[in-house]
T-cell receptor
Framework: LAKTTQPISMDSYEGQEVNITCSHN???????ITWYQQFPSQGPRFIIQGYKTKVTNEVASLFIPADRKSSTLSLPRVSLSDTAVYYCLVGERSGNTPLVFGKGTRLSVIA | DGGITQSPKYLFRKEGQNVTLSCEQNLNHDAMYWYRQDPGQGLRLIYYSQIVNDFQKGDIAEGYSVSREKKESFPLTVTSAQKNPTAFYLC??????????????FGSGTRLTVV
């Protein structure tokens, strides 16, 4: 599985846009980029997945440059309830290896 | 509603005791997983199972055991051989295969404390 690197923590004020960048220099051709969100004392939940360019859903946007060696999760106008840990994962969409969760990025939203 | 149920939510264990954490899913998912999470850390894979009556060790299987007698159930036993069992334990499932990486559904976790 491709190794990912993301910031340990980030702080933001309410109402701001937050961008979390993930580096994955050795991403393979069949790999997808997936982001999960984990609130304290809960299991992670799927946020968004993409392969290239831009993907948007009701929660977030995912920007992937042409070389796919990095990706950026964008959260528009964050609120206190967006305080959580965000995990970037890279792997085949239907491979044979369980997901490997790193330490993720701990986002703290301040009033 | 379909989902994963983990019980109990909190569990206290005396040193030297075995304890079993329950995980039940009604999603008709084939694959199930157990992860361990320590404070400020990511999730580490303990065991996973792709089909009934079959399971594989993850990265930190020592001191743990599992069974998969039914598709919907994947209990985890923390044995006395696990030297530092205090942690947050998460169960997950996927529809099929282990790399279905946008289809992971997690339970709400069991927090185990050794007293």
């Amino acid at each position: 599985l491709a190794k990912t690197t993301q910031p340990i923590s980030m702080d933001s004020y309410e109402g701001q846009e937050v961008n979390i960048t993930c580096s994955h220099n050795n991403i393979a051709t069949n790999d997808y980029i997936t982001w999960y969100q984990q609130f304290p004392s809960q299991g992670p939940r799927f946020i968004i997945q993409g392969y290239k360019t831009k993907v948007t859903n009701e929660v977030a946007s995912l920007f992937i440059p042409a070389d796919r060696k990095s990706s950026t999760l964008s959260l528009p106008r964050v609120s206190l309830s967006d305080t959580a840990v965000y995990y970037c994962l890279v792997g085949e969409r239907s491979g044979n290896t369980p997901l490997v969760f790193g330490k993720g990025t701990r986002l703290s939203v301040i009033a | 509603d379909g989902g994963i149920t983990q019980s109990p939510k909190y569990l206290f264990r005396k040193e030297g005791q075995n304890v079993t954490l329950s995980c039940e899913q009604n999603l008709n998912h084939d694959a199930m997983y157990w992860y361990r999470q320590d404070p400020g850390q990511g999730l580490r894979l303990i065991y996973y199972s792709q089909i009934v009556n079959d399971f594989q060790k993850g990265d930190i299987a020592e001191g743990y055991s599992v069974s998969r007698e039914k598709k919907e159930s994947f209990p985890l036993t923390v044995t006395s051989a696990q030297k530092n069992p205090t942690a947050f334990y998460l169960c997950a499932s996927t529809p099929s295969g282990t790399g279905y990486n946008y289809g992971y559904t997690f339970g709400s976790g069991t927090r185990l404390t050794v007293v």
